[in-house]
């Protein structure tokens, strides 16, 4: 990756389960956490820093336990404030999201609402297809030429 500036993006996204039922939970986690990282790729795909301290303080802080899901929330309140910008994935909002979304907006940073991840990519890839498609589409200038020669009877 060449060096140059990257606009750091904070990545808000749920992480603890809704779920009480410990099979139903254990699969939301495993859901939170591949959106988070699929929202991290994108965003380096995009030429951006993500900045997802939901993938990185749960490594070492127990999100079961109050006291340390609060540090972890508070250590990421530090690095929401030194991202340029808050992209918000998908349309569930959880509490701690609502702290996040609350705080940057104290800061005056941009929140960008985004759609799941994997729902971002396609459209992407749709338009990126659409636009293309467009561009074949189009006569190219030696085709224009040759439509004006054939016009004028050349």
Same mark, same amino acid.
């Given at each position: 990756?060449?060096?140059?500036?990257?606009?750091?993006?904070?990545?808000?996204?749920?992480?603890?389960?809704?779920?009480?039922?410990?099979?139903?939970?254990?699969?939301?986690?495993?859901?939170?956490?591949?959106?988070?990282?699929?929202?991290?790729?994108?965003?380096?795909?995009?030429?951006?820093?993500?900045?997802?301290?939901?993938?990185?303080?749960?490594?070492?802080?127990?999100?079961?336990?109050?006291?340390?899901?609060?540090?972890?929330?508070?250590?990421?309140?530090?690095?929401?404030?030194?991202?340029?910008?808050?992209?918000?994935?998908?349309?569930?909002?959880?509490?701690?999201?609502?702290? *996040?979304?609350?705080?940057?907006?104290?800061?005056?940073?941009?929140?960008?609402?985004?759609? *799941?991840?994997?729902?971002?990519?396609?459209?992407?890839?749709?338009?990126?297809?659409?636009?293309?498609?467009?561009?074949?589409?189009?006569?190219?200038?030696?085709?224009?030429?040759?439509? *004006?020669?054939?016009?004028?009877?050349?």
């Amino acid at each position: 990756m060449e060096k140059r500036e990257m606009t750091a993006v904070f990545v808000c996204s749920p992480f603890r389960p809704s779920s009480k039922e410990p099979a139903v939970a254990k699969d939301q986690l495993a859901s939170n956490i591949n959106r988070a990282v699929m929202a991290c790729k994108l965003l380096i795909r995009l030429g951006h820093l993500p900045l997802a301290p939901h993938l990185y303080f749960p490594r070492f802080l127990d999100d079961t336990i109050a006291s340390e899901r609060e540090d972890g929330i508070q250590m990421g309140l530090l690095w929401l404030k030194q991202a340029d910008e808050v992209w918000v994935f998908g349309s569930e909002i959880t509490e701690g999201m609502s702290r *996040e979304i609350a705080e940057a907006k104290a800061l005056n940073k941009p929140v960008r609402m985004m759609p *799941e991840p994997c729902k971002l990519v396609m459209e992407l890839l749709a338009a990126m297809q659409e636009r293309t498609q467009r561009q074949a589409d189009m006569p190219t200038k030696e085709g224009c030429a040759e439509t *004006e020669q054939e016009e004028r009877g050349s």
